[in-house]
Structure formats: structure tokens, C-alpha cells
DNA sequence: TTCGCTGCAAATCCTTTGCATGATT
DNA sequence: AATCATGCAAAGGATTTGCAGCGAA
């Protein structure tokens, strides 16, 4: 199904269909939520088709961005993540990511908030806005139930989330 | 005086004050919005203090980072932009930024509207929100009308974001 | 058969690090 | 004088590219 799709797709394009480009979506669609970095993806598949390259790794999600099929964020750890987009016109496009300060985790969300937002930006500004992208930072309820549980030390909250980030490497 | 600010603050981390760090802040304050890569940093100190190397740029940013004079953003064309942050107590937490997908223009705003938002999060998935990021990706004023007055196709709007910025490389 | 796609290795690009020298306190 | 910071060059790490061979159409 995602499949014949995929397959559609790449005919529509006059690209070829293989083994590499399908195992490479598939890993993406499987993985939903984990938002995998290209090394990530490329260990993946490589244990099901051992003669995949990284390199084939990195041009079929170029080409599977460029298809509009995968999308791609960054936290702020180095690496860029892709997740797998809209197939099939469902149209995930307003969706927002909660990413945990302690454990990374990252959780998606959809809101329709930002529609307001882009509506007042677009009369105060002349700014005509086609997408936004939004990251919460934060800690997860998990991370959370751990601190409560390990002491009741006020926690001082990290001011800046990008240091944050680098400091946890 | 925002040099004054910055010896104190040298002077309470037990770090030395020196002409490159100087610089290398002076220049972020004074390009304010410009969003400048290390690289960009780079050179403009170097127009006037010739001797400075790019690894102490980059030692400097990730100083200025950590004491949370600067913030840094990541715009998705492969670059990482640092700004000048909150210095002397102005909180310039929540201020977000337009990306012009044209010319790469970005604007930055500020709105409390995320607030609201951050609320709902709170009520519905257990999560505690720190800190938020939000980027608008659209057209700015001066490219809109560039291209009213180029024609009147419609032009189809980019519906992902890091493809497009990616292919103006 | 034709051309696009792949794997490999080399090349890039941004960023970090090691080390001896130089500057600041 | 004692450190810390700097510059340079080399190292790193992620991603891209060149190219000959392979595989889809």
C-alpha cells in the first residue's frame, strides 16, 4: 500500500524502483516517531541488505525530501533527523515536536495555534508565511517522575537549550 | 557599556579579557539582526584585527554561548547563526524569527501567543515546557513584490521547507 | 541495450583539538 | 611568574561527489 504508492511515485518522476529506495522509506515509515539520523537509517537496512551503502543512504533521503515524502529536523545536537511525512495527502503538515532536555526523546504533537499566529503576522508584517516549525523544549513526563523520585532539589531549568543540548554529548 | 557589562562578566567566570573576545562580541551586538555564520564573524573581525584565527572564533562563540551572552540558530541551509542575546538583563527569551525562503532574509518578532500554547501542552501531555522555538518560513515584503511586479503567475508555494532552502545553495 | 543507480573511496565542508607561543592578571 | 588564550595546522565527523560496474526498464 505505502508501497505501490512509493512505487507510483517514482515512475510519475521517471526514477527506478529499488531494493535500496524501498527498504530506506519502509525504515522511515516503520519508525514513525524516532526521527533517525542517516548513520541510524543506514544500520538499519543494512541488516536486512548488507551491500547498501551510506552513500545511497544520503541520496535517497535527498531524494525522498525532494519528493516531499520525508521530512527532515534538527534538535540542535549536530545531526539531522528525518521522520517520515505526509503519504497519501493525509496532510501532516501542522505537526510540532516536544523534545526532552534529559533524555532526547522527542515527542510529536499537532496544534493549529500557529494558524492565528500566521494570520496576525501576516497584518502586522508583510510577511507572507507558507510554513512554521515549532520546537517545545522541555522534560518528558518520565524524566520527570525520575527527578521527583531521586530528590526534591529545585531543579534550575536550563536557560539555553542549545548549550543544553551540547553539554549532554 | 555593553563592554563594561562583559569585563564583569569575564572577570566573574576567572576568564581573561582579550581583544578577540571583545571583537567578536562587538560585532555580533552591532549586527544585531544579521544572524552571522562563525564564518561571517570571521571575517568581519578580521578586517580589523587581521591576526585573529577562525579557531578562536569559534572558541569565542561557544564561550559567549555558555555564558548565554548569544543564542544560535539553525536555519536548515546547513549553517549554524549566532545572535547577540539578552545582555543586561533584557529578556529576549521569546522572540522568534521569519525566514524568507527567497532571499534568506530573517526577521525577528516577538509574541506571547506561545505561551498559550505551552499552557494546553502542560494541561494535556504531561510535559514541562522550558523554552520554545519558532520559525516561520514565507515570502518577505521586498521579494513579494519583486515578483508581483516580475508577473502574475502563481507561483507554487514550497511545501518543504529544508528542500527548498537547500537548492538556492 | 540503455541509462540510471549503487558502492566504494576520495573529497568537502564545518567545527574541534593539540601544542607551542604569546598575552593577561 | 603563572595561567590562560591564541594561532596554526592537523584531526574529526557528517555529508557529498567521482567513477566504474551493476541492475532496472
Known amino acids: 500500500m505505502l508501497q505501490e504508492d512509493f512505487e507510483k511515485i517514482l515512475k510519475e518522476h521517471g526514477l527506478k524502483k529499488t531494493k535500496q529506495r524501498i527498504l530506506?522509506?519502509?525504515?522511515?515509515?516503520?519508525?514513525g516517531?524516532?526521527?533517525?539520523?542517516?548513520?541510524?537509517?543506514?544500520e538499519i537496512v543494512k541488516a536486512e541488505f548488507p551491500e547498501i551503502g551510506l552513500a545511497t543512504v544520503y541520496r535517497?533521503?535527498?531524494l525522498l525530501l525532494e519528493l516531499n515524502l520525508v521530512e527532515s529536523i534538527q534538535l540542535g545536537d549536530g545531526y539531522v533527523r528525518y521522520e517520515i511525512g505526509r503519504i497519501g495527502g493525509k496532510d501532516a503538515h501542522h505537526h510540532h515536536h516536544l523534545i526532552c532536555l534529559e533524555c532526547g526523546k522527542v515527542i510529536s504533537f499537532r496544534d493549529d495555534l500557529l494558524d492565528e499566529l500566521e494570520k496576525r503576522i501576516?497584518?502586522?508584517?508583510?510577511?507572507?508565511?507558507?510554513?512554521?516549525?515549532?520546537?517545545?523544549?522541555?522534560?518528558c513526563e518520565s524524566c520527570l517522575k525520575q527527578e521527583q523520585e531521586a530528590g526534591k532539589e529545585n531543579r534550575e531549568p536550563a536557560k539555553h537549550l542549545e548549550v543544553q543540548l551540547e553539554e549532554r554529548t
Chains 1, 2 share one sequence.
Open 24 to 31: 530506506v522509506l519502509e525504515t522511515l515509515a516503520s519508525c
Open 33 to 42: 516517531d524516532r526521527h533517525l539520523t542517516a548513520e541510524e537509517i543506514y
Open 60 to 62: 535517497t533521503i535527498q
Open 122 to 139: 501576516k497584518e502586522s508584517v508583510s510577511f507572507q508565511v507558507i510554513n512554521h516549525e515549532v520546537k517545545l523544549y522541555g522534560y
